[in-house]
């Protein structure tokens, strides 16, 4: 973790509800995604105008597209583009071997919480770990976030590009985090014109699980084999 960072500027409740519909709405669309429209545009209205309108943006478009349209568009925009990956490690560290020891950080931080994660999933997958940051640990969550803030612009301004409806998402995620620092608009930037580092190599050991943490206000993302 790097230095002293300001306080969070939303209260703990809103930053919940804020990064766990996120979490949920950055998943793959489905069916059980559909169903939980209603329940998330709800939670949506005790956020802050800016944050919730993002939120709502997102779920005007869910509701309006043909299910097979938003699971094609899924595909193509966070699998086929580099600058769209929903792993914030790729950004700093690409495939390289200096990714698999920040994905075990990653790993270690959940175990601090009380958490043994199996090798179901990657522990820095955005889904994640905004629903560890909203529903395990507000600080450690929001922590893993801020370390890795020069990808989550760099994945933003790649969606705004795009003209994306999953960039109201990163919008609203990004609006509960301090403004960007001058060292860190200049990361970004050099990422921008970079792009993450390439140097593929086998990263299964560092594999890390997701968890269904017990009861909170919005419906959890299930994630295969997890467990408390």
Same mark, same amino acid.
């Given at each position: ?5 300001? *306080? ?16 949920? !709405? ?5 069916? @059980? ?6 329940? =998330? ?7 802050? %105008? ?5 939120? /709502? ?6 509701? &309006?597209?043909?299910?097979?349209? !938003? ?5 193509? $925009? ?17 495939? $390289?071997? *200096?990714?698999?020891? &920040?994905?075990?950080?990653? *790993?270690?931080?959940? =175990?601090?919480?009380?958490? &043994?994660? @199996? ?8 889904? #994640?770990?905004? +629903? ?19 990808? =989550?612009?760099?994945? /933003? ?18 609006? $509960?985090?301090?403004?960007? /620092?001058?060292?860190?608009? @200049? ?11 390439? +140097?593929? #190599?086998?990263? &299964? %050991? ?9 009861? $909170? ?12």
């Amino acid at each position: 973790m790097t230095g002293r960072r300001p *306080k969070p500027a939303l209260p703990a409740d809103q930053l919940t509800i804020v990064w766990q519909s996120v979490s949920l !709405l950055l998943d793959y669309p489905d069916q @059980d995604l559909l169903g939980r429209t209603d329940l =998330l545009r709800s939670a949506s209205l005790s956020l802050p %105008p800016a944050i919730g309108d993002s939120i /709502r943006a997102f779920l005007d478009h869910l509701q &309006a597209t043909p299910l097979p349209e !938003l699971q094609t568009d899924y595909v193509e $925009t966070f699998d086929s583009r580099r600058r769209c990956n929903l792993f914030l490690t790729y950004f700093a560290h690409g495939d $390289t071997r *200096k990714r698999g020891m &920040a994905l075990l950080r990653f *790993k270690q931080t959940y =175990l601090r919480s009380g958490f &043994a994660l @199996d090798d179901a999933e990657l522990p820095d997958h955005l889904c #994640v770990v905004l +629903e560890f940051a909203a529903t395990i640990d507000h600080a450690l969550g929001r922590d893993l976030i801020l370390d890795h803030r020069a990808g =989550l612009e760099l994945l /933003r301004l790649s969606l705004q590009d795009m003209d994306s409806p999953w960039a109201n998402l990163i919008d609203a995620v990004t609006a $509960t985090l301090p403004p960007l /620092r001058g060292d860190e608009r @200049d990361a970004v930037r050099r990422l921008a014109a970079d792009g993450p580092p390439e +140097e593929e #190599v086998g990263l &299964a %050991p560092f594999a890390s699980p997701q968890f269904s943490p017990g009861s $909170t206000l919005l419906p959890m993302p299930s994630f295969p084999g997890a467990r408390r």
